[in-house]
């Protein structure tokens, strides 16, 4: 019986199996989860209906689950409408998951066009597609070592 918070058997195979700079993706409804991932990546589907599952709920059952390293944002071009805007409101609320879930990380945005390249990576191991219809919620985070 497991301990930690993610239950889906797809989801705990993949990352038994990954290691130490392993990339996982946690997507939004609109990121280009078919054309936009790594060359071993596997896609887990969590997209039910617009909204459910969030890149949110997603993020707090991984960070139950694995060591982080790193947690990445999907950066907005400053001539995007958006920019304009201020930081995405859901960032605010990974923040306190991250915190919650007891990591001393930053919050770290990479550059649109960037963000597409390191999912790109031979690292990239796992895409779990969501629903979520927040803009600017794509999650990249990079595993880090056990230690206990």
Not at 25 to 30: F, M, P, R, S, T
Not at 99 to 112: C, N, Y
């Amino acid at each position: 019986m497991l301990k930690h918070q993610l239950i889906h058997p797809k989801i705990n195979e993949v990352l038994a199996r990954a290691g130490h700079h392993a990339r996982i993706l946690i997507a939004d409804g609109n990121y280009p989860v078919s054309t936009k991932k790594g060359p071993h990546a596997e896609v887990v589907s969590l997209n039910l209906s617009p909204g459910v599952v969030t890149v949110a709920q997603a993020l707090r059952a991984l960070l139950s689950a694995v060591p982080v390293d790193r947690v990445n944002t999907m950066g907005i071009p400053a001539d995007d409408p958006y920019a304009q805007q201020g930081e995405p409101p859901v960032w605010a609320e990974y923040r306190r998951l991250i915190t919650d879930a007891g990591f001393k990380l930053k919050l770290e945005p990479i550059p649109k066009w960037d963000f597409y390249e390191a999912v790109n990576s031979p690292d990239h191991v796992l895409t779990i597609q969501t629903g979520d219809q927040a803009l600017w919620a794509n999650v990249l985070l990079t595993m880090g070592c056990r230690t206990d």
